[in-house]
């Protein structure tokens, strides 16, 4: 069950979006990157690494499918920062 949580302040939530990468252990299967369709995956040796352009809210949504799919989380690199958003920048 997917439950969606209402943002009583639009203006409180971060909408600046950055290209993040994640690195989950093990080869993941269509059935379960159907989970992750704003993601792009591919194999990494043993992981399979999604990449994908996220807001805050939209990571935190990937990283809650993850835990709630018992996936093994390995990384998540911040890759590149989308222009225009104040204080951001690449780790």
């Known amino acids: 069950m997917r439950v969606r949580l209402t943002v009583l302040d639009p203006g409180a939530m971060d909408q600046c979006s950055a290209l993040y990468a994640i690195r989950i252990n093990g080869h993941l ?4 990157l159907c989970a992750f369709p704003e993601m792009r995956s591919q194999r990494r040796g043993a992981d399979t690494v999604l990449t994908g352009l996220l807001d805050r809210s939209a990571l935190f949504g ?5 835990e709630a799919l018992g996936l093994g989380l390995v990384e998540v690199r911040l890759l590149e920062s989308h222009r225009g958003c104040p204080g951001k920048s690449p780790r």
Request: charged content about 10%; hydrophobic content about 65%; cysteine-free.
């Open 62 to 66: 990937v990283l809650a499918e993850i």
């Open 29 to 32: 299967g269509a059935t379960v």
